[in-house]
């Protein structure tokens, strides 16, 4: 779920609108272009913006991938611990597959196949799958476990740790048991003041790798004020998906009069990509579907942003875009961004011989 904020937590939300920012200037597609059709086009009907990127990341994509697989070779059930990644969609989708999300190990029989999220687990959880002679594949996104590896360096050169991010989210609760003890969780600037490090000669930060870029500045920045020698990481761990979904939606907020958000309300980016647009001055609203778009959210208002977070297949802007058609709007472009290329390597073992290929197929 997505956690609350701690007591005196609560995110500062700058209400003030970007004034005086002329309406889109692309073309609707099969459109004539210039001033005069946009403004005609405004008239019609609502027109529909899209950010770029948005949508499945690279960490997704794999996490995904590593459950087909793994129902595709070795055959139903398969055991996921914890959603895969927090889309309602996929999880169903991959239900119906064969999968079987789970939060405690307990329940998974010996010698099962089981699949570790793409938010990562603590050491605990892995040392259990190791006692319990399971058949492990860890779908953690890589640029979690370049977290967790940094931590544990840290840890062993004998820092104490500060960790932004935000509590009982799956991510923090693996990077922080990466190491016993000596990780302090902030969850906001607040929370700098309350943090009791045992020692201040070392000290060293790490932040989960969803969170608002905005905000993690303003929480590090109350840090170097208390612990003016702390380490920061040398490139931030706020992931490229992150960083680039959230840079698109400064851009669409800009050109809009609200943003809606597809994605699930687990879903960290998510909820931060509604953040974001709400702090440039954009009404925003998140849609776990199409159903669960309002019509007043889109009523009276000509120029409507879309995006979705990390986790949120495309099928489902595809739906949204369609139920906005059928709420009256006329036209749908893209705004122009970044183009993602980043893709991770799959784990050893889910190479696929021709049977369990035709297998992967007929789960597509
Ligand atoms: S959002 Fe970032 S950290 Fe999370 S799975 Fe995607 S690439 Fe990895």
């Known amino acids: 779920m997505e956690q609350k904020k701690s007591e005196g937590c609560g995110a500062s939300r700058a209400k003030a609108p970007v004034a005086g920012v002329p309406p889109a200037s692309g073309r609707a597609p099969g459109e004539g272009g210039g001033a005069t059709s946009a403004q005609a086009e405004w008239s019609l009907g609502a027109s529909v913006l899209l950010a770029v990127p948005r949508g499945f990341c690279a960490g997704v994509d794999r996490a995904i991938e590593i459950v087909e697989r793994a129902l595709a070779k070795f055959g139903p059930p398969v055991y996921v611990r914890h959603e895969i990644v927090h889309n309602t969609y996929v999880v169903d989708g991959l239900k119906r597959k064969g999968a079987v999300f789970i939060e405690d190990l307990a329940g998974v029989p010996a010698g099962a196949t089981l699949i570790f999220s793409a938010h990562g687990v603590p050491r605990a959880v892995q040392r259990q799958a190791a006692e319990r002679s ?4 860890d779908a953690t996104c890589p640029l979690v476990t370049k977290v967790h590896v940094e931590v544990a360096r840290l840890h062993q050169q004998g820092y104490d740790i500060i960790m932004i991010g935000h509590r009982g989210h799956p991510e923090v609760e693996g990077t922080m048991g990466q190491v016993d003890g000596a990780i302090h969780l902030v969850e906001c600037a607040q929370d700098v003041a309350r943090i009791q490090p045992a020692q201040t000669a070392k000290l060293a930060v790490v932040t989960q790798t969803t969170l608002s870029v905005d905000d993690a500045a303003q929480v590090m920045a109350a840090i170097r004020a208390r612990f003016p020698n702390v380490r920061q990481p040398k490139q931030q761990d706020i992931c490229y998906a992150t960083q680039n979904r959230q840079d698109a939606v400064k851009l669409l907020a800009r050109e809009v009069d609200v943003v809606i958000v597809v994605g699930s309300p687990t879903s960290s980016n998510s909820n931060r990509l509604r953040e974001v647009a709400r702090k440039f001055g954009v009404d925003s609203h998140m849609a776990d579907s199409a159903a669960d778009l309002r019509p007043e959210w889109v009523q009276g208002k000509p120029r409507i942003g879309l995006t979705a977070g990390a986790s949120a297949p495309d099928i489902l802007v595809r739906q ?13 472009r893209s705004l122009g961004g970044i183009d993602e290329a980043v893709k991770f390597p799959l784990p050893k073992g889910l190479k696929l011989e021709e049977a369990a290929r035709a297998n992967l197929e007929h789960l597509h």
């Open 134 to 137: 399971l058949r492990v594949f």
């Open 320 to 332: 949204i875009i369609e139920r906005l058609r059928a709420l009256g709007a006329v036209s749908v």
